[in-house]
């Protein structure tokens, strides 16, 4: 089974700083990737996925990811943060023929200060 | 599109009693879970369906049973609630069961078992 590691449980940060949460996955079959936001009180969103091509993903919001195959990870970077980016993200991976084995990280609590 | 929908928001049951977490998506999905999420665990999987009439065990599925009459319909039932229960439930629903499909999620139901 694939499984998830996202390395910081929180991470504080100014307003308009750069952000980056880090994820480490393993898996032994082939997979996807995925960065879900949860904010206050919420279901999960998709903020972006990764299943094929270009390493460099574009998602909602100004967030972006990059996957990196020989280091297992896939981190989620922004430029510039707003409060309203204020949340809990997940990591999670997929078994690349299936979604019932999708395993999630732990989630970063991001916290952006004024 | 009211999307996933869950009731209730928030229960309180007493150990030994039974309920039922409503689920239902008007998206024509084929896929559906439900997830338990847990502080510092992320989000687990209990049960999945890939279709009417079609169930199957996620990774934690002990103490949990479900069923599928209708596309629309994926409801989890807790025959005899434990402490160990307590926790906030969230259903998600796909197109597909494929490993890329976005999964989309309800706003969840928060269960305390006393």
């Known amino acids: 089974a694939q499984s998830v590691t996202q390395l910081d449980s929180q991470v504080p940060v100014f307003e308009e700083a750069p952000v980056e949460l880090r994820c480490n996955y393993s898996?032994?079959?082939?997979?996807?990737l995925f960065w879900y936001v949860q904010y206050p009180n919420q279901g999960l969103q998709l903020l972006l996925k990764y299943l094929s091509g270009s390493t460099l993903v574009k998602g909602i919001n100004g967030f972006e990811a990059e996957f990196n195959k020989s280091q297992t990870s896939f981190h989620l970077r922004k430029p510039s943060v707003h409060i309203s980016d204020t949340a809990e993200y997940f990591c999670a991976v997929s078994a690349s023929y299936n979604n019932n084995d999708m395993r999630f990280g732990a989630g970063t609590r991001l916290t952006v200060k004024p | 599109n009211a999307g996933v929908t869950q009731t209730p928001k928030f229960q309180v049951l007493k150990t030994g009693q039974s309920m039922t977490l409503q689920c239902a998506q008007d998206?024509?999905?084929?896929?559906m879970s439900w997830y338990r999420q847990d502080p510092g665990m992320g989000l687990r999987l209990i049960h999945y369906s890939v279709g009417a009439g079609i169930t199957d065990q996620g990774e934690v599925p002990n103490g949990y049973n479900v069923s599928r009459s209708t596309t629309e319909d994926f409801p989890l039932r807790l025959l005899s609630a434990a402490p160990s229960q307590t926790s906030v439930y969230f259903c998600?629903?796909?197109?597909?069961?494929?490993?890329?499909?976005?999964?989309?999620f309800g706003p969840g139901t928060r269960l305390t078992v006393l």
């Open positions: 998206m024509n999905h084929e896929y």
């Open positions: 898996s032994s079959v082939s997979v996807y």
């Open positions: 998600a629903s796909s197109y597909g069961a494929g490993g890329g499909n976005e999964q989309f």
